[in-house]
């Protein structure tokens, strides 16, 4: 049965960060996620919309924001967990663009792929070692991890990141901060440039520092 409390605590935080359109739009992927659910059998969490969680349509945001300068040279995001696709397919970019996602979930990566009609975004089976194969001493623009780092040990995170920045030069990178504080993970290296919070999860971006 619909909870109507929690229906209409999620229409006060979308509507007020984002208005009623978004609501209704969400309602409609909503629906659609329900579906490909029932025909994929992914994990649950999949079917909530972006346009339910303020969080991720920040950090839309934040990633369109960061490429609007870069109209003159091809760029490189990489998206570490896409999960469906659903926060990288919704970026509006232009064809100097190359989005690169990863998924250690076969399932979620073969809907991905089903959904999308891009041709410059890429879905790849695999994690941090997939990413490592790929891009060593190559550059990204812009690195977004979202949905999983809260679930790993900060020692863990230290480590992966650790071993990610010493081989590949990563301009930003955007991460929901939860129970972790970033700015101690990666160190002096990065700055954070941007923190927004939402309820008990925050967006946050880190700049590269100029040696
Ligand atoms: C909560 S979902 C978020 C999906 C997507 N980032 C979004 O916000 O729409 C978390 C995703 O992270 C993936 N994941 C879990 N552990 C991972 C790891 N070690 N490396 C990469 N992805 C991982 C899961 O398979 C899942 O698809």
């Given at each position: 049965m619909v909870n109507i409390k929690s229906v209409k605590d999620r229409y006060n935080e979308v509507t007020s960060y984002s208005g009623l359109w978004t609501f209704i739009k969400g309602s409609g992927r909503y629906i659609y996620n329900c579906y490909l659910y029932k025909k994929y059998g992914f994990h649950p969490?999949?079917?909530?919309?972006?346009?339910?969680?303020?969080?991720?349509?920040?950090?839309?945001?934040?990633?369109?924001n960061l490429i609007r300068h870069e109209k003159n040279k091809d760029i490189t995001l990489v998206d570490m967990g896409s999960g469906?696709?659903?926060?990288?397919?919704?970026v509006r970019f232009g064809k100097n663009v190359h989005i690169s996602c990863y998924?250690?979930?076969k399932k979620v990566i073969h809907v991905a792929k089903?959904?999308?009609?891009?041709?410059?975004?890429?879905?790849?089976v695999g994690s941090f070692d997939k990413l490592l194969n790929d891009y060593r001493k190559k550059e990204i623009h812009i690195f977004y991890a979202i949905g999983f780092l809260h679930l790993m040990k900060s020692k863990m995170i230290k480590k992966i990141f650790f071993r990610i920045l010493s081989e590949i030069n990563i301009?930003?990178?955007?991460?929901?901060?939860?129970?972790h504080d970033f700015r101690d993970i990666l160190g002096k290296k990065y700055s954070r440039v941007k923190h927004k919070k939402f309820n008990d999860i925050a967006v946050s971006v880190f700049k590269k520092n100029k040696n």
């Open positions: 969490w999949h079917i909530q919309p972006i346009e339910y969680a303020p969080y991720r349509l920040e950090i839309i945001k934040q990633i369109e469906i696709g659903d926060l990288s397919r919704n998924d250690p979930d089903q959904l999308t009609k891009s041709g410059n975004i890429t879905f790849k301009s930003y990178i955007i991460i929901d901060e939860r129970n």
